[in-house]
Nanobody, 123 residues
């Protein structure tokens, strides 16, 4: 069983930055592709960013490209979020799965999910 634990959410003003972290066992990060998704109030869960197990493949949603950066090491996957805007307000979830060469944005390829961390951006 893989357990993912997110942290780093909070309240920030527009234009500010936050760094989210997701921890799990070292084995998880060595062998699984890792993704970040978010769900805003009244909306479905959407893809934000993902990184392959090797770190060699990274993808971002168009809405966050150039502002968010995903990274990983043996113990943690992080999401650095800069130039935050009110539309980034959501619960952010960490996910793990064997995505391989398939689209990172497809939630069906992720087997495990964290409990989520709230990010609120005030205008």
């Amino acid at each position: 069983q893989v357990q993912l634990v997110e942290s780093g959410g909070g309240l920030v003003q527009a234009g500010g930055s936050l760094r989210l972290s997701c921890t799990a066992s070292a084995r998880t990060f060595r062998t699984w592709d890792m993704g970040w998704f978010r769900q805003a109030p009244g909306k479905g869960r959407e893809f934000v960013a993902a990184i392959s197990w090797s770190g060699g493949r990274i993808d971002y949603a168009g809405s966050v490209k150039g502002r968010f950066t995903i990274s990983k090491d043996n113990a943690m996957v992080s999401l650095q979020m800069n130039s935050l805007a009110p539309e980034d307000t959501a619960v952010y979830y960490c996910a793990a799965g064997f995505v391989g060469s398939r689209p990172f944005s497809d939630q069906n390829y992720y087997n495990y999910w964290g409990q989520g961390t709230q990010v609120t951006v005030s205008s």
